[in-house]
């Protein structure tokens, strides 16, 4: 089974600023990880596929990169509606989904 | 545009079976560019996903929860179904129905997600 890890667990930031969260998976997945941002009550939502594609109707601040076992996700000035948690999601095989990084307000 | 409905009780008893209904909308079952999935939440905790499958019945299960799910799908109502056997405490969660993007047996990630629904395991 191939297991993933976030870090941090929990991020304090002010908006404007730029934030990033790292994911690593156990083994090598090549390029085959999604970010979801997910919000109180709410279902997750694609914002990165395929480790650095921005999904449709995404906002441009939001940027994925990384390969193999090491991905990061970065909002590049954080804006209100930006306080959530975010799920790393490996689809090389099977899937296994990050425990997760909340980002509050600082 | 595409929309997923999860329905279903709310309430299952231990040792039971849990079985939930995902109703897709504006768009096929059937779609070959298309897999079906479900994945869970525990109350504060992280994602789980159960399993998934695409219209010719070919399904792809956690391995930890294999022993006890079974997905189906009837592309004449546009619906497919999870079933969960012999629940405990620990089987409740929220539950999410998922579509995903698919190239022949390469499953990709999920596009669309239902609101989801919780489903309590309690006597």
């Known amino acids: 089974d191939i297991q993933m890890t976030q870090s941090p667990s929990t991020l304090s930031a002010s908006v404007g600023d730029r934030v990033t969260i790292t994911c690593r998976a156990s083994q090598s997945i090549s390029s085959w990880l999604a970010w979801y941002q997910q919000k109180p009550g709410k279902a997750p939502k694609l914002l990165i596929y395929k480790a650095s594609s921005l999904e449709s109707g995404v906002p441009s601040r939001f940027s994925g990169s990384g390969s193999g076992t090491e991905f990061t996700l970065t909002i590049s000035s954080l804006q209100p509606d930006d306080f959530a948690t975010y799920y790393c999601?490996?689809?090389?095989?099977?899937?296994?989904f990050g425990p997760g990084t909340k980002v509050d307000i600082k | 545009q595409l929309q997923l409905q999860e329905s279903g009780p709310g309430l299952v008893k231990p040792s039971e079976t849990l079985s939930l209904t995902c109703t897709v909308s504006?768009?096929?079952?059937?779609?070959?560019?298309?897999?079906w999935g479900w994945i869970r939440q525990p109350p504060g905790k992280g994602l789980e996903w159960i399993g998934s499958?695409?219209?010719?019945?070919?399904?792809y299960y956690n391995p930890s929860l294999k022993s006890r799910v079974t997905i189906s799908i009837d592309t004449s109502k546009n619906q497919f179904s999870l079933n969960l056997s012999s629940v405990t405490a620990a089987d409740t969660a929220v539950y999410y129905c998922?579509?995903?993007?698919?190239?022949?047996?390469?499953?990709?990630?999920?596009?669309?997600w239902g609101q989801g629904t919780l489903v309590t395991v309690s006597s």
């Open positions: 504006g768009g096929s079952i059937s779609s070959s560019s298309y897999y």
């Open positions: 499958m695409y219209y010719s019945g070919t399904t």
């Open positions: 998922a579509k995903g993007i698919r190239f022949g047996k390469l499953l990709y990630h999920f596009d669309y």
């Open positions: 999601q490996q689809y090389n095989s099977y899937f296994t």
